[in-house]
């Protein structure tokens, strides 16, 4: 089992920033991949970044590409989600998810565990 808490978020006027963290528990030896996903009232749930565990690489969703940057600290056991330019359409319950098979994913039922959600509020 992997355990994963987020926190970070809040509310922020558009153009601010904000970072969201997720520290990782439990058998984290098993974790191939960590996601950051959104969901927005009446939406799905939508791919924001995701981070290759050991390795590094990263990936991003269409909508925050250049503007997200998703990070880790392995000695923390911890996933990092930089948010910049933030804009109002950016509003949503962010979750953290972790995936302990191969290859990346984009698809929130490629995803193994998942955090409770942080709440991240842009005003306009």
């Known amino acids: 089992q992997v355990q994963l808490v987020e926190s970070g978020g809040g509310l922020v006027q558009a153009g601010g920033s904000l970072r969201l963290s997720c520290a990782v528990s439990?058998?984290?030896?098993?974790?191939?991949?960590m996601g950051w996903f959104r969901q927005a009232p009446g939406k799905e749930r939508e791919f924001v970044a995701a981070?290759?565990?050991?390795?590094?690489?990263?990936y991003y969703g269409d909508s925050t590409k250049g503007r997200f940057t998703i990070s880790r600290d392995n000695a923390k056991n911890t996933v990092y989600l930089q948010m910049n330019s933030l804009k109002p359409e950016d509003t949503a319950v962010y979750y953290c998810?972790?995936?302990?098979?191969?290859?990346?994913?984009?698809?929130?039922?490629?995803?193994?565990?998942w955090g409770q959600g942080t709440q991240v509020t842009v005003s306009s």
């Open positions: 998810a972790a995936r302990d098979r191969l290859g990346v994913a984009w698809a929130t039922s490629d995803y193994d565990y």
């Open positions: 981070i290759r565990w050991y390795e590094g690489s990263t």
């Open positions: 439990g058998r984290t030896f098993s974790t191939y991949y």
